[in-house]
Each structure stands twice: as C-alpha cells, then as structure tokens.
C-alpha cells in the first residue's frame, strides 16, 4: 500500500513536530563555536539518537540537523556529504524508533546568516540559488518535505520558498521567527507573511523559536484568522536564564502542553517545540493533541495584497489604488525614465502613500527603454523607501515575471485579460509567484457592450484560472470604464457589470476611474461623481489620483455616508486639512490632462533622509553646499535631526530596520558631499598640526555616522586622526593606542548593551596605556554614564570633543 504524505496527513490530523536540536547538542557535548551540522559526519549515531528520542516521545516529523548547512558556510562537496548524512541519520531514527505513529523526515532549512540586498550584501537570486541546491540535495538523499524555519525577514523567507520549489518537488513548509512587538525582525506582521508563502504555494505555515507558547499565541491567532493551509507553532520553552552557569528556560513541559495544547483547539495543525524543548515536551504535547480533534481548515476568501511590511485586506471600503506612478502623458516622467532618474518614482510613491494610496500601480512602460529591467529596478527601489503593496502593471509578461519574482510580497498584477494568449501567458506566472490578478473583461472578441457580456468573461477566466489552481479572492475584475462622451450608455454598463460580477460570482472589482470622462472638460467633476456611483454599486478597489480632491472627497464621503467610517473619524481628518477654498481651486491635480511634475513626496534634504532617499539626500546637500550653507551647520541642523526622527520612529515601531537602513545610507551620501566640501578646504592645511588622536565605535557597535563626523571635525581642526573604525575589539584599540602613544582615545557606543564593551575597553587602556585620557560619546551616553565606566570625559557632540582635544593638546605640549 502507498504511504500516505506528510501533505495528505495534515489535512485529516495533527501532525506533531519534534523539539529542540540545539539544546540536545549541547547536552551531548557540542562545544561553543562547533559547527552542529558537521555532528551528522562526525557522530551519527549521536544526531540519530536525539531523532530517535523525539519519534519514542511521540513526534511525527524530525527536521535534519541542517539548520545552516548552505555553500556560504560549507564547500560544495562537504555541503553534499553532510545533507547526505543528516537525512540518513534521521530516517535511520525512523527505523530504529519503535513508537508506532506515521513518520517523515524534513530537510531543515535556517537562515543564510546573511542580510539580502539592499539591507545587506546578498543578491536575491544568490540567495534562491544557495537555497534551490540544498533542497535539491535534501530531495536526492531521501527527505520527505523542506522546512524553512526560524526565518526573521520576509524577502529571505520568499528567496527561500522559491529556491525549494525550483530545487526540488517537495512540500515546502514554513515558519517563521517573530519579536516580542509581533513582527519580523524587518517588519513584517503576521498576516503579510500569510499572503505572501500561500501566494508562493507554501504547504503549510507558521511560527517558531520567538518566545514562548503563551507570549508567541497571539501572532499564531492572526495566522489562524488569515491562512487557509494548516498553522504550525513550535515555540521556544519560554525566554532562557543562566543558573549556575547553565542555561534553563522559564516554561516546563507540562505548562508548554497546556499553552500549545490551547491553540491547537482553535485550529493549529502541526505542534512542536523550539529552542529549550526536549523529548519531554514533545511527550507531553503528543498526550494533548492525542485528546483533541483536529479543527477544520477553512479556505479564507481574504483578497489579500501585501508589501514587506504588512498587507492590505479587502473589505467593505474600497480600496485606492495610487495611478500616478505611469509614463502615460507625462513629460517630466518619462523623461526621468530615459535619464534613470529614479527619484523621481520615489517620489511619487512617498507623496502617494501620505495622501492616502493603500496601493501603488507601477508602470514604467515606454518604447525605447528596458521593461524587464526598468520595472524590476522601479519596484525594488520603491519597496526601499515604501512599505505599502504595488500593483505591477505591464503588458510584458517577461517584465512582469522578472518584477513579481523580486518583489516582497504578494503583489497585485494588472493585468491578465479574456484573450487565451493574456490568459496562457499570465496565469502559470501568478500562480508561481501568488498575487492578485487585476482582470479585464475584454477577449478576441472585444469589449462587450452589454453587462452580460461582460460577466461572460469574468466567468471565462475564473474558469481558466481555477484550472491553474488560482482562487476567486485572488481576482479582482476590472469591467472597464469606457467614455461617456462616445457612448451615453458607456457608465451605465460598467456600473451594471460591477453589481452583476459582484453578486452573480460573488467576486471583487476594480475600476480605472478616470477613463469614463475622456474628451470632456473638468474631467475631475465626472470622475469623482462616476467613482461615487461605482463604490456605492460595490466596488471593492480604484485606481484614481490621490492627489485630487475631488476623488478624495468622494471616497471620504463615501465611506461616512456607508457607515465604514466610525465616528466619521477618518472624514473629519481629511476634511480638517482641505484648504478653505471652493472645491477643485489649485490643490486639485486631477484635472485629467495627467502630466504635472512632482506632486510631493521628499523635497527637504530632511524628508530625503527620514524617507531614505539616497540620491536625493546627496543632491540636496550638494545644492545646500553650493548656496554657502556651512557643512557643520548641515549636518547639525538637517542629518542629525534627521537621524534622531528616524530613531524616534524606530523605537515606536512606526519604521523597521530596514527603513533605518535606508535612512542611514541617505545620511551618509549627504555625509560624504559635506566631506568632500571639507576636504581640500581647511582639514588640508590643517592635518596634523596637532597631536594624535585615536578614535573608534566599540566592540559589538556597527553605528559610525557620529564617530565619522567627530574625526572629521577633528581632523578639520588640525589633529592627526587615526580612525579604527567600528566594532573594535577592546585589544585592537589598546594596541593602536600603545604603538602610537596616542595621548588622546575617543570612543563611540550608540547603545545601551554596548556601554560595556566600552567600560572593557577603558579599563585594558588604564592598564595598559595609564598615559592616555578617555573621551566617550554617543546617543546613549550621558556624563553620568561616563564617570561611572571611568572616562576622563563625556562630550556631547563634535565640537564638544574638539574643544576637549585641545586641552589635551596643549597639555601634550606643555610636557613637550
Ligand atoms: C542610523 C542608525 C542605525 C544605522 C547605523 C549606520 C551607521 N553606519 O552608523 C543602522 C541601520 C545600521 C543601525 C543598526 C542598528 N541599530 Co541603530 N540607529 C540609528 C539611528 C537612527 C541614528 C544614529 C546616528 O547616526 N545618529 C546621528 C549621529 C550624528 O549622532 P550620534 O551618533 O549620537 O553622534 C553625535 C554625538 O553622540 C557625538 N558622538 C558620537 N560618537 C562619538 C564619539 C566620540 C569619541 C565623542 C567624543 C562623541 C561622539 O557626536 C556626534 C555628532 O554630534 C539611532 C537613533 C538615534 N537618534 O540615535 C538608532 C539607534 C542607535 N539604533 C538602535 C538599534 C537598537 C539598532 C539595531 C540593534 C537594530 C537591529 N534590530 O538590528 C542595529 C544595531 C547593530 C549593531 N550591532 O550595532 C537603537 C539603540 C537603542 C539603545 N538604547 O540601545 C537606536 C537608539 C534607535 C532606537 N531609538 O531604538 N542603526
């Protein structure tokens, strides 16, 4: 008889996992520092073992001891040896281990250790192509399913989903690791994650490692309420502790069943345990899930589109759609197309979202330039600075695969159409990369002109697409709105398409508003009042200017007057910032002739930096340079209040690192056009005249942008500045300070856990450089900090820190 699959026993029963590796490892005697995968060479029967444990107490699956067994870590042929080993290891545990349950062997797959581009140093398609040869390695020895675990940021997890769909043919499942603020370490919430791995196909999704069952539930009921494949949980066994120089965790088995054993009643499919856990948690919660009946999974029919940060669900308010980011009619676009001014549609797409676009549709389609990479570069770029999805709009379909397969998210793609070529082309492409189809009721024959002909084709590709396993809630139908001005009954029909699609297949619509007024004047005064009547028919999203008014208006109203806008809350807000004019005076853009330069978006070198935006910040501090703005005065009055507004929203979690990052580079490239105003001027005769300073960011510190701008200062004032650089390792700093009998040490610390790195680092100098006096500084330290880690002095800022150095100076001198 065929063994059933891992897919096919989820469906019907709860599925228990094993529990911790790491911890077991250590009990065994792996030591600090050792690489765990290389145990499944070096002691086989060791990694069996620990399987074989897991499989008596009562788990169904064993996930390999392969957690960072990739080619970044490992050669080719070693990288070979030990998957090959890790999954016969396990799947000997499957013999050897009595327990009578079904069992199967998964290839775990971790994190590469490495941030993806533009966070970090790593190409995508590097990281999906580390990730396709280990699934494909894991497939060729024998495992049954790949899990990707413990993942902490969303584009890793989605270049990992696709590497184990293009490396192999096995079920892929997926959890991942979340902060005690329920996000990814790079912002994403639960539910984006949701929409993105179902659109990627994944078998099966969740949470582990993070916290422990009770703190890490609430997440797992968000995956609950949004997924519609089976939800695992595998939670740490609470935070750790050190007691008496060994590690414990503060939940015990018996608790950690209970809290697992909770979710499971309200739907979770597959249970296990993460870091701290052992076979006698694993042993307990088999008892529990033995007693319970599995909850039915329930397809969700959420139409769902997300961004790296979150998704946009549709509701009973429609959904707008931002159009601006589109070449068509406007000069000043297309011209920063041709010249790859790539500002430009950053800006755009900043100005958008702060009037209230919940999408941005991207188009960059022109003749004479490259879609396929002009789109894929328009929507990475944009993801940088924006966290809310895009609609990705093309008639390319070589574009529109390359932009969805970087994309971050589960996207809306605009559009597949009733053609069979539209239809052939596009749905395999969406059905790969998950997203929502925009669908135009058009084919061979045409635009229908009646109502009816146009839900034949609505039916037609719901048809089709559900042969490509794409869902209802997964399209969303565009009937076309055609001008008024050639047909009287052009509105009429379209309106009567958005009710018929509606209630006859139970299906959402969209709508480009603005065509229904073509050739008439004061299109804005038909379009706003064409958008009324489709959103009170039902519409469930538009892609309309968000810079008008008029359209605002209408849909602020809307909405109050639907009874979607509690309190009128929403209403009043937008109404409280309208100019106190007659309506569709100057502020109203959507006049229809749709060129008009830059709406708005960041124009102030520190909207540049808040919003991330490299090129301009460099540009604008250029600019500011060139009109005689004193470079110190820049960087105190725009890149540091810049700096600490990004930190501000930082630690109140309205952004995520990885819009810190982008800050941090866009204060740099302003940083470096203020250093090369510098140099050449004053630091040039100025340069060593004075004594030696030794500066440097402290061990376990990456943030430099303070330190730089002190030794510029410094430099600028004469001394002979030698720059350690950051994370400096308390030894190294010693030694430059000793080798050079540098009198004066700076030390940079930006945050509170490395202080103490820096109070290492000042007591080796007092040992081994007593000659030499210890200036601190960073946003953390206060004068009270300092004289508490024994620094000579705390300075508040660069200038601070010069007029100290000078003292020292002439102190040297003296004893000179
Ligand atoms: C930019 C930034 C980053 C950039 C750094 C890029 C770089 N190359 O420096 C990136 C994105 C990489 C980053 C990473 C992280 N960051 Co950060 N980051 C910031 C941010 C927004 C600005 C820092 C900055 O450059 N300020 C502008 C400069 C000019 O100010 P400054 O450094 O204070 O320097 C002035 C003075 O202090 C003094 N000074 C500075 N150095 C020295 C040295 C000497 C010798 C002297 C005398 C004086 C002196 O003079 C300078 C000029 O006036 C701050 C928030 C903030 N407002 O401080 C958070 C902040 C420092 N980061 C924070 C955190 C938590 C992190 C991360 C852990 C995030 C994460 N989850 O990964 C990582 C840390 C990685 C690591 N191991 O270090 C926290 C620290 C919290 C704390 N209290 O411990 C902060 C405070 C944000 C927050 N509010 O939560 N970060």
Redesign the pocket.
């Known amino acids: 008889m065929r063994r059933m699959t891992v897919t096919e026993y989820i469906r019907n029963n709860i599925l228990i996992l094993d529990g911790a590796m790491g911890t077991q490892l250590h009990r065994n005697g792996l030591k600090p520092g050792e690489l765990p995968e290389k145990w499944n060479t070096e002691h086989p029967d060791i990694i069996t073992g620990i399987h074989r444990d897991y499989f008596d107490a009562g788990a169904n699956l064993v996930c390999t001891n392969t957690f960072g067994a990739n080619s970044l870590k490992f050669g080719k042929e070693e990288l070979e040896e030990i998957i090959k080993a890790a999954v016969e290891n396990a799947r000997r545990a499957t013999e050897q281990s009595g327990a009578p349950q079904e069992k199967w062997v998964a290839l775990d797959v971790g994190p590469s250790g490495r941030m993806l581009a533009p966070y970090g140093d790593l190409d995508f398609e590097e990281a999906v192509s580390l990730f396709s040869e280990v699934a494909g390695l894991g497939e060729r020895y024998g495992a049954d399913l790949i899990y990707i675990e413990t993942m902490n940021d969303s584009y890793e997890t989605k270049a990992a989903v696709l590497g184990a769909r293009e490396g192999s043919s096995l079920p892929v499942f997926v959890t991942n690791a979340y902060g005690e603020d329920g996000k990814l370490?790079t912002g994403a919430s639960p539910r984006a994650m949701v929409a993105m791995l179902e659109g990627l196909g994944a078998d099966a999704i969740g949470v582990n490692c993070s916290l422990g069952p009770k703190a890490l539930s609430p997440v797992v009921e968000e995956y609950l309420a949004y997924a519609s494949v089976p939800v695992i949980m595998k939670p740490n066994a609470g935070l750790p502790k050190v007691e008496n120089g060994e590690t414990v965790y503060d939940v015990g088995p018996e608790e950690f069943s209970e809290e697992v054993g909770k979710m499971i009643k309200k739907g979770v499919r597959l249970a296990g345990g993460c870091c701290g856990t052992t076979p006698e948690y694993i042993k307990g919660l088999a008892a529990k899930a033995a007693g319970a009946r599995p909850v039915r999974i329930k397809a969700k029919n959420h139409t769902m589109v997300s961004g790296y940060a979150d998704a946009v669900v549709f509701g009973e308010a429609p959904v707008l759609i931002g159009e601006r980011i589109n070449p068509t009619g406007k000069k000043a676009f297309k011209e920063a197309l041709r010249s790859g001014d790539t500002g430009y549609i950053l800006r755009e797409g900043i100005g958008q979202k702060e009037k209230g676009a919940h999408i941005l549709d991207v188009n960059v389609g022109l003749p004479e330039i490259d879609e396929k990479t002009e789109l894929t570069r328009a929507v990475c770029e944009l993801q940088s600075v924006v966290d809310i999805p895009l609609q990705i709009d093309t008639s390319d379909p070589a574009a529109m695969e390359n932009a969805l397969r970087r994309y971050n998210g589960k996207a809306m793609i605009n559009s597949v159409n009733g053609k069979r070529e539209s239809m052939d082309r596009i749905f395999p492409i969406a059905k790969k990369y998950g997203g929502v189809l925009v669908a135009l009721t058009l084919d061979e024959s045409g635009i229908p002109e009646t109502a009816v002909g146009r839900l034949a084709i609505a039916r037609k590709i719901l048809n089709e697409a559900a042969r490509y396993g794409i869902r209802k809630k997964d399209i969303v139908f565009d009937p076309l709105a055609l001008t008024i001005g050639t047909g009287k009954d052009a509105a009429k029909v379209t309106l009567d398409s958005i009710s018929l699609i509606k209630t006859v297949l139970g299906c959402r619509t969209s709508l480009g508003v603005s065509n229904v007024s073509f050739g008439l004047p004061r299109r804005e005064i038909i379009n706003s009042s064409f958008f009324t009547m489709a959103m009170a028919r039902g519409l469930s999203c538009a892609i309309i200017n968000p810079y008008s008014d008029d359209m605002m208006k209408a849909y602020m109203s809307f909405k109050a007057l639907a009874g979607l806008d509690g309190n009128c809350t929403d209403y009043i807000g937008f109404a409280e910032k309208l100019p106190q004019t007659v309506s569709g005076t100057a502020a109203s853009s959507a006049t229809g002739k749709t060129d008009g330069g830059i709406s708005a978006g960041a124009t102030d070198l520190v909207s540049a930096i808040v919003n991330g935006m490299k090129d301009e910040s460099g540009s604008l501090t250029a600019a500011m340079l060139q009109e005689g703005r004193d470079p110190l005065e820049v960087?105190?009055s725009e890149?540091?209040p810049a700096?600490?507004e990004?930190?501000?929203k930082?630690?109140s979690k309205i952004v995520y690192?990885p819009q810190?990052?982008m800050?941090?580079e866009a204060?740099?490239a302003s940083f470096t056009k203020i250093r090369s105003a510098l140099a050449g001027s004053s630091v040039e005769q100025a340069k060593g005249k004075k004594c030696k300073v030794v500066?440097a960011?402290v061990h376990?510190?990456?943030?430099?942008?303070?330190?730089n701008?002190?030794k510029l200062l410094l430099e600028n004032y004469g001394f002979d500045v030698m720059d350690l650089g950051?994370?400096v390792p308390p030894e190294v700093i010693v030694d430059s300070v000793v080798s050079c009998k540098a009198p004066l040490l700076?030390?940079?610390a930006?945050?509170?856990?490395?202080v103490p790195a820096m109070e290492e680092t000042i007591r080796q100098i007092r040992e081994h450089a007593p000659w030499c006096r210890v200036?601190?500084?960073?946003?953390?330290?206060t004068q009270e900090y300092a004289d508490s880690i024994g620094a000579d002095r705390?300075?508040?800022?660069?200038m601070?820190?010069v007029r100290?150095a000078d003292s020292i100076n002439s102190e040297t001198k003296k004893t000179i």
């Open positions: 370490m960087i105190n890149v540091i700096l600490d990004v930190g501000r930082y630690e690192l810190l990052l800050s941090a204060a740099k500066i960011t376990g510190d990456i943030h430099d942008i303070g330190k701008i002190v950051k994370d700076g030390l940079s930006l945050m509170t856990t490395t200036v601190v500084g960073g946003a953390v330290l705390y300075a508040r800022d660069a601070e820190t100290y």
